[in-house]
């Protein structure tokens, strides 16, 4: 019987919010050190089991979960995320960035790369539109370097490593990994290695920066490798069938992220009795863990607990770093409790989640769901512009716009926002 992850859906932008916020806490040093704003900078999580990470669409920054898993120690993601962050501060995405220009936001640039939209809990609700076009073939034209420009990017992010007192091991054990692969036909390749072609000079470049290094043998935060462990558990039991992750994950493993990964698969299955058990048990040992709130919170709200969900829903917000995703849980929670008095709190958990990502064509469309029923109809019709213009919708878009356009005042900032709308449709077509 094949391994259920062979079979698993390919190329798929998921959203986590444990798993961005980790590789945010670790990858904000080296943004720093690059001179760059760690805000203007977007990861993204794409499940593939390829080994491969990209940059596109100016700073984004895509990581195949392949990367993720294949990685022993969280300073192999570190030195791919220093060495992807390279390309960005040497601007070797020039040439990619016309071609990109027009992606406002993660759903277009994932239509353009040929990635579909979900999220790693199953629940696609929270994702923008799920958008499948383009190719391989297209994808690699886009993301290919030359042998200079991998050698540049990597000496830039040795610059970071040194910077950041990190080691550069992580980074050199990575490339061995992929040098195993350079006699074995195109085919067969990893794609980062056909994307960032290897070359002896390169390793050679790192090992003689090891050492002289005054950090070649620095560990990683203990904290920055528990929460890998804890991503590798979770993408595990996304991956694969419950047997499966109990193959890998065992009773006799008590370990926190073996635990976890229990947790989720048996909450996939779906087995809520003892999904609840094993999370439960991990919130008495981790009581202030977001992430265990917020599973819990999922397994409740799906099972039609949505009030038992909220609290939950709510601890994991506070308890956290400012999460697009989590405040957007909360906030349809809150709708989908069907108590009218959690409506204007929705608003705001809603409003909050968009202040950090504008182009979530879900969020808007659960703003729209809370204007309508406090009976600001105004206001939900230009959140349902927003929402249409962002799932590429364009006559509906326009329609919502134009009305909304009518319904506020001249010169408002409400009217402004409805014209930025129909600019921006206009200048797609």
């Known amino acids: 019987m094949p391994n259920p992850a062979e079979s698993a859906p390919q190329r798929t932008l998921v959203r986590d919010a444990e798993t961005e916020t980790s590789i945010r806490e670790y990858s904000t040093p080296l943004f720093e050190a690059a001179g760059l704003d760690p805000s203007s900078v977007n990861i993204y999580l794409i499940h593939d089991p390829d080994l491969n990470a990209f940059v596109a669409g100016g700073q984004n920054i895509f990581i195949h979960s392949g990367v993720l898993m294949a990685a022993d120690d969280v300073r192999e993601v570190i ?32 239509s353009l790369l040929g990635i579909s939209v979900g999220v790693l ?62 006699l074995m036909t195109v085919a067969r ?11 002896r000079e390169r390793l050679t470049a790192i090992e003689q920066h090891l050492g002289k290094s005054s950090y070649s043998n620095q560990p990683a935060p203990e904290k920055w490798q528990v929460a890998h462990k804890r991503i590798q558990a979770k993408i595990y039991a996304y991956s694969n069938s419950l047997s499966y992750v109990l ?20 909450y996939r299955k779906p087995d809520l009795v003892k999904a609840l058990s094993l999370i439960n048990g991990l919130l008495d040992d981790l009581p202030n863990d977001p992430y265990f709130h917020e599973l819990k919170a999922q397994m409740l709200f799906e099972h039609g607990k949505v009030h038992e969900a909220l609290p939950l829903y709510q601890r994991a917000v506070e308890l956290s770093p400012p999460s697009s995703i989590l405040l957007l849980e909360l906030g349809k929670a809150q709708i989908a409790s069907e108590d009218d008095s959690l409506l204007a709190a929705a608003e705001v958990n809603l409003r909050r989640s968009l202040a950090i990502e504008r182009g979530s064509s879900t969020a808007w469309h659960q703003l729209a769901i809370s204007y309508g029923r406090q009976g600001k109809m105004s206001h939900s019709t230009l959140a349902l ?10 006559n509906d878009a326009i329609f919502q716009a134009e009305k909304a356009s009518r319904l506020f005042a001249e010169g408002s900032r409400e009217w402004i926002q409805a014209q930025d709308i129909l600019n921006a449709v206009h200048t797609k077509q």
């Open 79 to 110: 030195g791919v995320i220093a060495h992807e962050t390279g390309h960005i501060a040497g601007g070797h995405l020039a040439r990619t960035r016309d071609a990109l220009a027009s992606a406002r936001n993660v759903s277009l640039i994932a």
């Open 385 to 394: 512009a927003e929402e249409a213009f962002l799932r590429g919708r364009s």
């Open 189 to 199: 390749q990893d794609p980062y290695l056909r994307t960032h072609p290897l070359s």
């Open 247 to 266: 193959r890998k994950y065992p009773e006799s493993d008590q370990s926190i992220w073996a635990r976890y990964g229990r947790a989720f698969a048996y």
């Open 121 to 182: 809990t199953g629940r696609g609700d929270v994702a923008s539109a799920a958008i499948v076009g383009g190719g391989d073939v297209a994808t690699r034209s886009f993301l290919t370097f030359s042998r200079g420009q991998e050698s540049s990017a990597d000496h830039a992010a040795l610059q970071y490593l040194e910077a950041t007192e990190q080691s550069a091991n992580g980074m050199y054990s990575f490339l061995r990994t992929l040098e195993d692969q350079e």
